[in-house]
C-alpha cells in the first residue's frame, strides 16, 4: 500500500532505494540518520497514513535584524537561537494530546540529565495535569537502543539529581523504566504502539 | 489571588500598571495590541491559573548561515522566514486536543480568506479526525470583534472560494457561523469558555 502526504507526494520508504541486494539488514548506523531524522520520518509516516498529526516545532530563534530587498525574499541577517521553553514534539492520536522531547547521546552505559531542562520537566508536569500523554525518546546512538520512558518515570531521576544525587540514568535504569521501541524500516520509531500500551494500562486503573 | 509563571514570576494583569485613574474603561485600541501578543498573554495566564497549556510555536525560519565567534554565542548570519506547515497555536485543555489559527484583518465588512493557507486546512482537517478540536479566531481590527469560529464552517467559506465563489466571509457570515469572544482584562481573550460550550454541544450530539 501507498501512502500520499497531504501535498500529495507519494511517501516512499526511504531504504528501498539505498538498500543493494547485499545488504539483507537495515543499517541503520551507516545511514546516519539521527534521532531527530527518524521521528520527523515516523511523524510524515503516520500523518499521510491518517494515524497521529504530530509535528516537531520549529526552532524557536530570536530574530534582531531583516533585510527587505526590493523584488526578493526577506532576508534574516542577525539572529540568535533561544532555548525552547516546551518540548519539541506535540500533537494528537485518536483524542489523545501527545507530548514528547526526543534526545540521543554517545554515552553506551548512561544517560545525562542536561539533556533535559527544568522548564521542560515543568513543561510535562503541567501537560499531564491537563491529562496529556508526556514521555521522552532517548536514543543510545552507539547501540541504537531506543526507549520511550515515560515522564513520571524520568522525573524520579530528575528529583534524585536536585537531591544532589547523579547526573545521569545508568543505561539499566532507563531499561527498567522505559519502553524499548525496536528500529523498524517504515514507520522507523513506532511509538505510538507504545502510547496504546501506555492508554490501556492507565484505563485499567481507573 | 495570585498566580505564578513556571519560572516563579509572578503574573501581573498588565492592565492594572498602565491604567490611570481617570481611564475608567479598558481601552485596548490606544494601548495597540495585536491580536497575538493578547493570545501570547491569554495563553500565558492560562498556564499560570493551571487551566490549560497552550503555546504559540516559534516562527519557522530556514538558517543558511550560523557564524560561530569565539566566547560568545551562535549567530544567525542568513536565514529566511518559512510557511508555517500547521497552525499557529495548540496545546491541552483538560485532555482535550486544541489546535487554531488567529488572524486578524482591518477590513470592516469582510474578512479575507487569503489569511488562511490550504496546508493549513489540510492540518486542520486532519486534526478534527484525530479528534482534536480545530477552529480559528479572527478579530476584526477597527471594531476589535473577536470571534472563534470551528474549522468545519471555515471550511464551507473555503469551498464556496475554492468553487469560484467570494474571497472572503461578510462580517454577517462570521457572526452568523462563530461565537463571539468579549474582550476582557484578564485573560483579555478568554476563548476557553468558547471551548467548553463547543465540547458540551458534542457531547449532547453523541
Known sequence: MEFHYPNGKPFRKPAEK???GKEKSYSHGKRGMTL???LN???DYYVASG???I???PVPVQIVTVDYPKRSAAVIKEAYFKQASTTDYNGVYN???IDFEAKETRNKTSFPLQNFHQHQLDHME???KQKGIAFVIIRFSSTEDIYLMPYKQLRIFWNRMQKGGRKSMTKEEVEENSYAIPLGLHP???YLKIIDHLIKSNDEQD
Do not use: F, M
Open 95 to 97: 483524542g489523545y494530546y
Open 51 to 53: 494515524q497521529a498529526v
Open 55 to 57: 509535528h516537531k516545532k
Open 36 to 38: 531527530e531524522e527518524d
Open 41 to 43: 520520518e515516523t511523524n
Open 18 to 20: 539505498k538498500l543493494s
Open 188 to 190: 522507523r520509531i513506532d
Open 126 to 128: 503541567q501537560v499531564t
